[in-house]
């Protein structure tokens, strides 16, 4: 189920959005440092969606979408500018970690559970390493698995649009408290799946 699989469809959509950034002399490294600015900016927003205003988790859903986008369009440019290499794709995946990181970051900091946000980002980094330690074995990078990057970015903005109007919660939690969990057992499940996979191939 991982819409990281659907990335070489999306070439159509992309390319304005190269061209833009390639006339106005943006580089690769430029839009993954700009995908990051809006996940730190998500992450605040998230906060005070928790603690000021509601209507902040809409700003913040739109933020997460960005970085996403932005996070296709990076590569995109690469190959666009010729200038595709080992060393942007360190940068990327490195901000790309750190993104992840504080975006459930403001989440957990925004309803005050550093438990569930504890449990959820090592959910998600182990899901993004054990990805990339396959091809640090020999093998392809891994993008399968029950979530990908891709799937856990569209849920989180979702779910932000869905916490502006919906204040009920349920067994305690609230919208964001239940999608912190759904991305702590995920994450966890997606990362030994990923794991099984790449033990198997060794093997």
């Known amino acids: 189920m991982t819409l990281d699989r659907l990335r070489p469809y999306v070439t159509g959509a992309l390319r304005p959005f190269v061209a833009g950034f390639d006339r106005v002399g943006m580089t690769p490294n430029g839009v993954s440092v700009l995908a990051f600015v809006a996940a730190v900016l998500a992450a605040g927003a998230f906060y005070l969606g928790g603690t000021a205003a509601r209507w902040w988790y809409a700003v913040a859903a739109a933020l997460v979408f960005a970085n996403g986008w932005l ?57 993004s390493y054990l990805g990339t330690q396959a091809q640090a074995v ?25 916490a502006y109007p919906v204040e009920s919660t349920f067994a305690g939690y609230g919208v964001i408290g239940w999608l912190l969990i759904f991305l702590a057992v995920v994450g966890h499940l997606t990362a030994l799946q990923r794991f099984y996979y790449s033990m198997t191939a060794l093997e």
């Open 71 to 127: 996070d296709v369009v990076d590569g995109a440019l690469a190959r666009e500018q010729n200038v595709a290499s080992p060393a942007g794709d360190l940068l990327d995946h490195v901000l790309d970690r750190y993104a992840d990181i504080v975006i459930i970051g403001g989440l957990a900091a925004g309803i005050g559970d550093y438990v569930l946000g504890f449990l959820a980002v090592t959910g998600v980094v182990l899901t």
């Open 138 to 162: 020999g093998l392809d990078r891994v993008y399968g698995g029950l979530v990908g990057r891709a799937d856990r970015l569209a849920l989180i903005g979702l779910v932000g649009f869905l």
